[in-house]
């Protein structure tokens, strides 16, 4: 029986050896927003690690939409440069496809990394103005985020496109848009930070507006075989606030417009979440979403056992199973599932001596012939 965290999955034009996504890890230690050696350490061990899809941390299109001066971010020559450099490992080392996730903070931009306790980075500290669709602070104790005009809306658009213009020249095999965790897509999504009274705001219509202007503009200079998708916030848990019903809505009007995948996580609006975890705790948005769209389906969420992934996608939840933290536990996590499943991952040729099949662990075979890279077909194959 094939096991389906192993099987290939083909997004446009490029095809993913198997199900595993590592999912965007903010690691505030970016040179003004320009990836070094850390990024290549960090993000190059998932690129050797077995896992199919790799999207880097949150990449920001500007400099006052960083969450930290050092995050990264594709806006000037050398961020795009150091994207680069990732891209380049990926192509030449490892078997994942590469990506950026494409964000801007709005009220969540000039904060302090959390090692440092989180909260506001004030002006006088290297800090600046955060931007939002209503001027709506965090919570007590943060100043209100200035309310942006129709024009600035306009022009944050573009920078989403001239990013991923970049993120081509780079070498990226594919874009996701962050609409998730209270950055400023969802903050324009959520009733709770949208109280405009104009074309972006009021109506479920007028709170997607911008969302689906950022997905358009960027498609359009997206080349037609790599693939788009967007991760977001299925709900708020707050009442009152985004819920999963809009966000079913949302990801029908994505499907529309030729969205490739969807990455369902939930909550980072609001500090009044009440949030329900635990295992899986999850995949239920995703499946709710999955039986109303095309696309492909990511879910998320306190998933790290092989079967419990392996069970997600047999039983129909989602097509492909985002890590994040197990990840950063064992980045080998791909290799373990694939021995305990009776698959086989990638082992790049520096580490196949790894292989449990040449260390003597009974019933273990061989590697496989893995593909050394994702196999990116043209529009026209």
């Known amino acids: 029986m094939a096991i389906r965290l192993f099987e290939p999955i083909s997004l446009r034009g490029l095809t993913i050896q198997n199900r595993i996504v590592v999912e965007p890890m903010t690691q505030f230690s970016a040179d003004d927003g320009t990836a070094g050696d850390w990024h290549i350490m960090h993000l190059g061990q998932f690129a050797v690690s077995g896992a199919g899809m790799v999207l880097s941390e949150s990449c920001y299109i500007e400099a006052i939409a960083r969450n930290n001066p050092a ?37 969540k931009a000039s904060s302090r990394p959390h090692w440092e306790g989180g909260g506001k980075l004030g002006l006088d500290e290297g800090g600046y103005e955060a931007v939002a669709p209503s001027p709506v602070p965090i919570k007590e104790g943060w100043p209100a985020p200035r309310e942006l005009t129709v024009p600035e809306i306009r022009s944050i658009v573009q920078m989403f ?98 969205c490739d995948f969807i990455d369902v996580s939930s909550g980072g609006l609001s500090p009044e979440q009440k949030i329900e975890s635990g295992p899986g705790y999850q995949t239920g948005f995703a499946a709710r979403i999955k039986a109303k769209v095309k696309m492909k389906v990511i879910t998320v969420g306190q998933i790290t056992d092989p079967r419990q992934a392996e069970t997600i996608l047999r039983t129909g939840q989602a097509d492909m199973i985002g890590l994040a933290r197990i990840m950063l536990f064992n980045p080998r996590w791909p290799w373990l599932a694939a021995h305990e499943l009776g698959a086989d991952a990638f082992y790049t040729k520096q580490y196949e001596r790894a292989h449990p099949s040449r260390w003597a662990i009974p019933g273990a075979s061989a590697p496989g012939n893995q593909p050394s890279k994702p196999v990116e077909r043209t529009s026209a194959s």
């Open 161 to 258: 496109a001239d990013s991923a213009v970049r993120a081509h020249r780079a070498g990226c095999h594919t874009i996701e848009l962050h609409g998730a965790h209270g950055y400023l897509i969802h903050e324009f999504l959520s009733p709770i930070t949208n109280h405009r009274k104009d074309e972006y705001g009021g109506s479920l219509t007028n709170r997607m507006r911008f969302g689906l202007e950022v997905f358009e503009a960027v498609r359009a200079v997206w080349p037609d075989d790599k693939p788009l998708g967007i991760r977001i916030s299925a709900t708020d848990w707050v009442a009152g606030g985004w819920d999963l019903d809009s966000s079913v809505e949302f990801a029908r009007q994505l499907d529309a417009l030729g």
């Open 71 to 107: 995050c990264l971010s594709l806006y000037t020559d050398e961020q795009e440069a150091g994207v680069g450099r990732i891209a380049s490992f990926f192509h030449n080392h490892g078997c994942a496809a590469f990506g950026v996730q494409l964000c801007h903070g709005g009220r």
